[in-house]
């Protein structure tokens, strides 16, 4: 299958707003945007670099926009600590690495048993979610915007398999975001890597088990060829969010027409992400499968300790940080709505589907 351009979509849109580039293209600057995910790493690595490509692109060159992959520049967990001091201009992660100082951008990426990818962005596009993130992050001097979602993601790679919940007692397992403060509340002790880290942890045995994303990054990653029991889906990310940030006093400096262009990009880049992980998610997924991979969901007492352990995890978040109180509410108010939606409209759907097909 032949690769297509990731960002096809917002081809189109940056291909419509060179009209306005003409006007913007005299004064040139050169800006630096830095990710968290490697250069070339499908869906995450393309999403950022095509967005530099496009915006420089739509610009003329008004904006050129020169892009670096996670570790190339910062490290990758670095991202947000470089733009707001400046090192670069724009960024491209996943909020839930900036949370040890600004708690509140968890809930931009998620919560456990939280929002799905499309709740997510309805709720940042259209549910208030913009306004109080724009709020948690200018302290920083930062302007973020939703750059789409990896989907679901997978629990996670074990060398050995889960029988039930005494087998997860002991174990190490990387795991990002909120999903180490669940695991550690079931007996399993916890680390974050970079992606490039990942394996060669797993292969040495410095961690027993690796959560990294879903079925299309964890082939790249080729996790299947060091720990071969695969368990779904990951209590902690329903819908994980991606972010793209641009530094405040740039963003302000930019012009009308550069500011459209940007953010018409940047949210381009969101619905194509967001669809290419759909796609690939399945067709990465069968290809594992003819590999031998047979994916697994957790026993039953997993489910229930991990469920347990995630709504206390959630609902203890907020304590202490006063912006992430005032998301928390609305947030809470909103997961539960979408919740009794969805089990009614997407999670029935879901399950007929599967029983019309025999599967």
Request: proline content about 6%; overall charge negative; some cysteine.
């Amino acid at each position: 299958m032949k690769r297509r351009t990731l960002l096809s979509g917002a081809a189109f849109g940056a291909a419509a707003l060179t009209l306005a580039a003409p006007a913007v293209a005299q004064n040139k600057r050169v800006l630096k945007l830095v990710g968290t995910f490697p250069r070339g790493f499908p869906g995450l690595g393309h999403a950022a670099e095509n967005i530099a490509k496009q915006v420089t692109a739509a610009t003329e060159g008004a904006l050129t926009v020169e892009y670096f992959g996670g570790g190339e520049l910062v490290p990758p967990y670095a991202v947000n600590d470089a733009v707001s001091t400046g090192a670069a201009e724009m960024g491209h992660s996943s909020p839930y690495f900036a949370a040890g100082k600004i708690k509140a951008s968890m809930y931009y990426t998620n919560m456990p048993y939280g929002l799905s990818a499309a709740e997510l962005g309805g709720w940042i596009r259209y549910g208030g979610g913009q306004a109080l993130w724009d709020e948690s992050y200018a302290p920083f001097n930062l302007k973020p915007f939703w750059a789409g979602s990896s989907m679901a993601q997978a629990g996670g790679w074990f060398k050995k398999p889960i029988n039930s919940l005494d087998d997860m007692q002991g174990l190490k397992m990387r795991i990002a975001g909120l999903g180490g403060a669940i695991m550690q509340k079931i007996g399993v002790s916890s680390v974050n890597l970079p992606a490039g880290e990942i394996f060669p942890a797993l292969q040495s045995g410095v961690v027993d088990a690796a959560e990294f994303v879903g079925p299309w990054n964890d082939k790249a990653l080729g996790l299947a060829k060091v720990a071969p029991h695969y368990y779904m889906p990951a209590p902690h990310e329903t819908g994980a969010g991606l972010e793209c940030i641009v530094r405040q006093d740039v963003w302000e400096e930019f012009t009308p027409a550069q500011k459209v262009i940007v953010e018409s990009i940047i949210s381009a880049v969101a619905d194509e992400t967001t669809t290419a992980f759909a796609y690939n998610n399945v067709v990465a997924l069968q290809q594992l499968m003819s590999d031998g991979v047979t994916p697994s969901v957790f026993p039953d007492d997993v489910v229930a300790a991990l469920g347990k352990a995630s709504v206390e995890v959630f609902e203890a978040y907020p304590e202490g940080d006063e912006m992430a109180q005032k998301i928390h509410a609305p947030y809470v108010e909103y997961v539960k709505q979408a919740v009794y939606c969805g089990k009614l409209l997407e999670g029935q759907m879901y399950a007929d589907r599967a029983r019309a097909w025999g599967i």
